[in-house]
């Protein structure tokens, strides 16, 4: 059950697209996103399948394994569409009791869902082919800059990375400790709200005991290590911009030239 | 109570991209009141196999049948199961939650539907067989130490009363007195209740001094299934797959290579003992 969620999840390769330098990845990722709430016509939309389509044959994560990712969010989207649908005013389309389907509404609800289906997509992309790892890697290096402004990117990173490296845990952890209390009789499926939340109990007090004896263990090996922040911290794998890498930068450059020009010659 | 398997199947992650066969084929019988040992290499599968026994797993295809009912018909008490078979994980201390040894202990048979007072009663009982005394019934579990915690753990699941007690890896991280305790205690409530009792281990010495049969796994396959002196006559195949025959089994073979009339079926060390005496006492020696 929780072994389903793919959202987030890093899809083991040596595709072109898992050897670009995350900060590359990262870029790219947020130029996608920004150009997909910034061009909305359906030539915009249409490049961005193309883009996206590319990226993904390009990167040999079957694409069947990405759409899979949608499903937990579905629930979310179809609220969002609905509440566009109806909560958009405008020139009514359809009357149901007080609720006013309006034009302006369908679409508004188009657009979000084509945006949220994408930005999902285009993040997953960035997960499914960077680790978890090279992925603080890129951010650490790629916002290095805010260290001028006392942001402290590095512990910021780390931490990122520790959650990242725990969820993972975590979950094998959950799965373990509610098959050893079902072992006891523990139901955690049936019941009422009240009956359901007391069965988590449980599940709860061993995961956080657990979680925190391995927090402490991890801070205990870390100093023992001589870990003391980022202050002259060297890399043992320093990020270095390749050929492919500019090459990217080209592409995306391109990708982003050729949605302005759309925007000003093709008016749909 | 009788378990059977018919080849039985397992397979984690099955229509992902991480399949992995982790149970290949198993076939096989465990009857009432047997003390059967399973051993395997890290990975072979021992955790896999037994989180059947109690319907927590569900076969890829294959059946179990729980004296002759097919535990994956329709309307199988599958719950009803998880009281008869009791499964105590690897490192069961991970479970404790609740604040008292006495009410962490009364979770089990609570679940099973019994009263306060029942549960209360079954659980006393329960401390006194993996002995431990009244006054850790109002301990906090979290202040005991490792090897008491798996006791409580243990008791947890004894509490339910349970026909077959199935342990993965009781003694893993314990010292070898911590060891010795928990294994003198199965062994007493084998020979006193005439519980049916499955221990996995990947220690040979564990296992040897114990079970009166023996189930090698290796990758996810049945390799032996027979009684200790069988199992431990394959010393090279045993060797070859990551395990290691007892110690005893080394110092008889030693023994007749030397030319001693030592028998090879001997498996434990005080079997052990009383043979070397013997033919110390045949060969004419005082002792
Ligand atoms: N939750 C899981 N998801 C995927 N594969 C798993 C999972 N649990 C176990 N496996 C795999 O199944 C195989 C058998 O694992 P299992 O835990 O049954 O071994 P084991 O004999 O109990 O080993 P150990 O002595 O280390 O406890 C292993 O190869 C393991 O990698
Ligand atoms: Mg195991």
């Known amino acids: 059950m929780l072994k389903d969620m793919t959202i987030g999840q890093y899809y083991p390769g040596n595709s072109l697209i898992h050897r670009l330098d995350p900060r590359v990845k990262l870029l790219g990722t947020l130029v996608f996103i920004i150009s997909l709430f910034t061009f909305s016509s359906i030539s915009a939309y249409a490049l961005a399948t193309v883009a996206v389509l590319t990226v993904v044959a390009v990167s040999r994560v079957p694409l069947r394994y990405i759409l899979k990712g949608l499903k937990p969010i579905f629930i979310l989207m179809l609220i969002t569409i609905l509440f566009n649908l109806f909560m958009t005013p405008g020139t009514a389309v359809l009357q149901i009791w007080k609720l006013k389907m309006t034009e302006e509404g369908i679409r508004f609800a188009i657009h979000m869902a084509v945006r949220l289906t994408y930005l999902i997509i285009g993040s997953s992309i960035l997960t499914f082919t960077t680790t978890p790892n090279s992925l603080t890697d890129g951010l650490e290096s790629g916002l290095g800059w805010m260290n001028r402004l006392h942001v402290p990117v590095h512990e910021i990173a780390m931490m990122m990375s520790i959650a990242l490296r725990f969820i993972p845990i975590l979950m094998d952890e959950t799965d373990k400790i509610m098959r050893a209390q079902e072992a006891r009789g523990a139901d955690f499926q049936s019941g009422g709200v009240f009956h359901r939340v007391k069965a988590m109990v449980p599940l709860l007090v061993p995961l956080f005991v657990s979680a925190f004896r391995r927090a402490n263990d991890l801070a205990l090996a870390m100093e023992a290590r001589g870990y003391h922040g980022g202050a002259g911290r060297t890399k043992m794998k320093p990020l270095v911009y390749h050929r492919k890498d500019w090459i990217a930068f080209l592409v995306m450059a391109g990708y982003v030239a050729a949605q302005i020009l759309l925007r000003i010659f093709v008016k749909i | ?287």
């Open chain 2, 1 to 287: 109570m009788e378990i059977r398997i018919e080849h039985l199947n397992y397979i984690y992650g099955l229509g992902t991209s991480y399949e992995k066969k982790a149970l290949d084929d198993i076939s096989l019988t465990i009857r009432s009141g047997e003390f059967i040992g399973i051993i395997g290499h890290t990975g072979s599968g021992k955790s896999t196999l037994i989180q059947h026994l109690n319907g927590l797993n569900r076969a890829s295809s294959g059946q179990i049948f729980v004296d002759g009912k097919n535990i994956y018909e329709d309307g199988y008490p599958m719950r009803q199961l998880r009281f008869r078979v009791g499964l105590v994980f690897q490192y069961p201390e991970y479970q404790i939650f609740e604040t008292t040894v006495l009410k962490d202990i009364c979770f089990g048979p609570k679940n099973q539907g019994l009263s306060a007072e029942e549960a209360e009663g079954r659980a006393r009982a329960a401390m006194r067989m993996v002995g431990l005394d009244e006054h850790y019934e109002g301990k906090s579990p979290f202040e005991l130490s490792g090897g008491q915690k798996r006791r409580v753990a243990i008791a947890g699941i004894l509490a339910m009363n349970p026909e077959v007690l199935v342990l993965d890896e009781p003694t893993a991280g314990l010292d070898p007195k911590g060891r010795d305790d928990i294994l003198g205690v199965l062994k007493q409530l084998h020979r006193e209740s005439g519980i049916t009792v499955v221990l996995v281990s990947h220690s040979m010495e564990d296992v040897a001094d114990y079970a009166s049969r023996i189930i090698v796994l290796d990758k996810g396959k049945v390799l032996y299934d027979d009684i200790p002196a069988k199992v431990f006559s394959h010393v090279e195949e045993l060797e070859s797959i990551g395990l290691a025959a007892p110690q005893v089994t080394y110092v008889m073979r030693a023994l007749r290579g030397k030319g001693w009339d030592v028998s090879q079926d001997v498996t434990t060390q005080a079997e052990a003992a009383d043979e070397i005496l013997e033919v110390l006492r045949k060969a004419g020696v005082k002792c």
